[in-house]
């Protein structure tokens, strides 16, 4: 099965059909995107109002209030990307998404000649707590180390959750972080802005903000009343408009899927693409006898709804398809910066803007990058390796390597065993004659002769891996470092795995990556 972002990336023109706005290696294509924006209007005044509240109160920077400031003027346009509200920022690619929209957002002010500004979409709406409570941080001894929040999550947002105990964040890292000259300080800087944060989206957005140094990130949370009043209008249109919306989407994922790609949302005819909280999120369906909540009886009308959305527009929420058109209605979106899997999904939704009269905006993938220590790079140069031989898994290298260390031709050796055993078993074929059973022992006989033979050669082979310990354990240490549990790095390590080894020298690193054309992953040295 073909990859979207592949194909993106590499040769646009086979999957130009589903992203209207245009190839993201290309200035035109956001010029195109920068005209067609000049004859939309947005609520400015209430977002700048929202915005320099919240960030105001949360500390944040003059940069960042520059930037915010400069969304009263009408051709400032943003770069957005979004995530949902991980533990301690979630994992390393939400700093690279981040750190994106920083460098697109700036890179396009300069060829467009106006302000554009980077913004990250908090998912606070969303209820996956599974998804935000665990975090994973590299161990002094080099292990992947899995750290989890208690509780359940309580069926709710996870933005509005309380903030966990500092002594339950303190012992996590205490536990999963090695000691080093910068680990001190990073707790204490840590300890603030846990302490600090009202909930679980706000710890979010401090944390993401203290990785990026402050550099003038705006942090949109939809969940906030006023963004809410503000799109309650398209979450009117999306109840009205839903079966034209399924349609839609039913349409782009047919061709999607007929050109062998994979389609991420899963469809079904009677979502509406809305969640409602009563109180907790349920995703609302329809039918011809009305509306309802998903495991629930109550029927609901369409005036039912559009009277509760008019009263209280907290009560409702996007879901993934319609998240994008609640941001296109809200933010003069430039450019928004996905990751391989959104770009799946975004490649499901172009007619879905046409439903609602909007364009899609550049769909522009994000950074990818590996971190790669002066011990890392030894290794692989050592082992010979690539970056990515370590992505396939290296189970067949690390037996070739315990098979190239065996001096005693083990496998010669069984082998010839083997031949004797199967050699001297076939001249007692004559023992027939004596019984009529005879062959039937034999044959027994020698299956169990040579069962033993293979546990005598696994425990052997076991033996020379015991040998081969020393080798197998920087192998698999590489593996640890690339690649844990089989998952690229960027998807599975905090960020402060490396903020606590390297100090303010790891977010340097991450901030001079470049964008390039072929959205190739980069390396950051360390």
Same mark, same amino acid.
């Given at each position: 099965m073909q990859e979207v972002w592949q194909s993106v990336a590499t040769c646009f023109e086979q999957v130009a059909f589903f992203f209207a706005g245009g190839d993201p290696k290309l200035?035109?294509?956001?010029?195109?995107?920068?005209?067609?924006?000049?004859?939309?209007?947005?609520?400015?005044?209430?977002?700048?109002?929202?915005?320099?509240?919240?960030?105001?109160?949360?500390?944040?920077?003059?940069?960042?209030?520059?930037?915010?400031?400069?969304?009263?003027?009408?051709?400032?346009?943003?770069?957005?990307?979004? @995530?949902?509200?991980?533990?301690?920022?979630?994992?390393?690619?939400?700093?690279?998404?981040?750190?994106?929209?920083?460098?697109?957002?700036?890179? @396009?002010?300069?060829?467009?000649?106006?302000?554009?500004v980077p913004v990250f979409w908090i998912a606070s709406e969303d209820h996956d707590w599974a998804e935000v409570r665990e975090t994973v941080l590299l161990t002094g001894d080099g292990r992947p180390l899995p750290l989890r929040l208690a509780g359940e999550g309580e069926g709710l947002p996870v933005g509005s959750l309380s903030v966990p105990p500092w002594s339950e964040v303190a012992d996590m890292l205490n536990r999963g972080l090695p000691e080093s000259e910068f680990k001190s300080e990073m707790i204490q800087d840590l300890k603030r802005l846990t302490e600090q944060a009202r909930n679980f989206s706000e710890w979010f957005a401090l944390v993401l903000k203290w990785l990026t140094h402050d550099r003038g990130l705006i942090f949109f949370d939809p969940a906030l009343p006023a963004f809410k009043r503000l799109a309650s209008p398209v979450y009117e249109r999306i109840l009205k408009s839903h079966r034209d919306l399924n349609q839609a989407l039913e349409q782009r994922t047919h061709k999607l899927v007929s050109l062998a790609y994979k389609a991420q949302i899963e469809l079904d005819q009677g979502e509406v693409n809305l969640f409602m909280a009563n109180p907790e999120r349920r995703a609302l369906l329809s039918s011809s006898q009305g509306f309802?909540?998903?495991?629930?009886?109550?029927?609901?009308?369409? $005036?039912?709804?559009?009277?509760?959305?008019?009263? $209280?527009?907290?009560?409702?929420?996007?879901?993934?398809?319609?998240?994008?058109?609640?941001?296109?209605?809200?933010?003069?979106?430039?450019?928004?910066?996905?990751?391989?899997?959104?770009?799946?999904?975004?490649?499901?939704?172009?007619?879905g803007f046409a439903v609602f009269g909007f364009e899609m905006p550049v769909v522009y993938p994000r950074l990818s990058a590996v971190v790669l220590t002066q011990g890392w790079q030894r290794a692989l140069r050592t082992e010979g390796l690539t970056v990515a031989q370590v992505y396939q898994g290296l189970a067949e290298y690390k037996e070739r390597c315990v098979r190239e260390q065996d001096e005693y031709?083990?496998?010669?050796?069984?082998?010839?065993?083997?031949?004797?055993?199967?050699?001297?078993?076939?001249?007692? $074929?004559?023992?027939?004659?004596?019984?009529?059973?005879?062959?039937?022992?034999?044959?027994?006989? @020698?299956?169990?002769?040579?069962?033993?033979?293979?546990?005598?050669?696994?425990?052997?082979?076991?033996? @020379?891996?015991?040998?081969?310990?020393s080798m197998l354990r920087r192998i698999e240490q590489l593996e640890q470092a690339l690649a844990p549990f089989g998952i690229r790095q960027?998807?599975?390590?905090?960020?402060?795995?490396?903020?606590?080894?390297?100090?303010?020298?790891?977010?340097?690193?991450?901030?001079?990556?470049?964008?390039?054309? $072929?959205?190739?992953?980069?390396?950051?040295i360390i």
């Open positions: 200035d035109a294509s956001f010029g195109r995107r920068a005209e067609r924006l000049e004859g939309r209007s947005f609520a400015r005044e209430e977002l700048v109002r929202t915005l320099t509240e919240y960030h105001e109160r949360l500390g944040f920077g003059e940069e960042t209030m520059k930037n915010i400031s400069a969304l009263l003027r009408e051709d400032t346009l943003t770069v957005v990307t979004g @995530q949902q509200a991980g533990m301690l920022s979630g994992s390393l690619y939400t700093l690279y998404k981040a750190v994106t929209a920083i460098h697109l957002a700036g890179e @396009q002010q300069r060829k467009l000649g106006r302000t554009v309802k909540l998903r495991g629930k009886e109550t029927t609901l009308t369409l $005036d039912d709804l559009t009277s509760m959305l008019r009263e $209280d527009p907290g009560l409702f929420s996007p879901n993934v398809a319609t998240r994008p058109l609640v941001q296109e209605y809200l933010l003069p979106t430039l450019a928004y910066v996905a990751g391989p899997g959104e770009l799946n999904y975004w490649a499901q939704l172009g007619q031709d083990i496998d010669g050796h069984f082998g010839a065993l083997r031949a004797q055993i199967n050699s001297a078993y076939q001249r007692l $074929d004559s023992f027939s004659a004596i019984n009529s059973h005879a062959e039937e022992w034999v044959a027994q006989n @020698q299956e169990r002769v040579l069962g033993q033979i293979s546990y005598l050669e696994k425990k052997i082979w076991q033996a @020379q891996r015991k040998r081969c310990e960027e998807r599975v390590f905090n960020p402060l795995s490396f903020v606590a080894r390297f100090g303010p020298e790891f977010g340097m690193r991450v901030a001079e990556l470049p964008l390039t054309a $072929d959205f190739r992953e980069q390396c950051i």
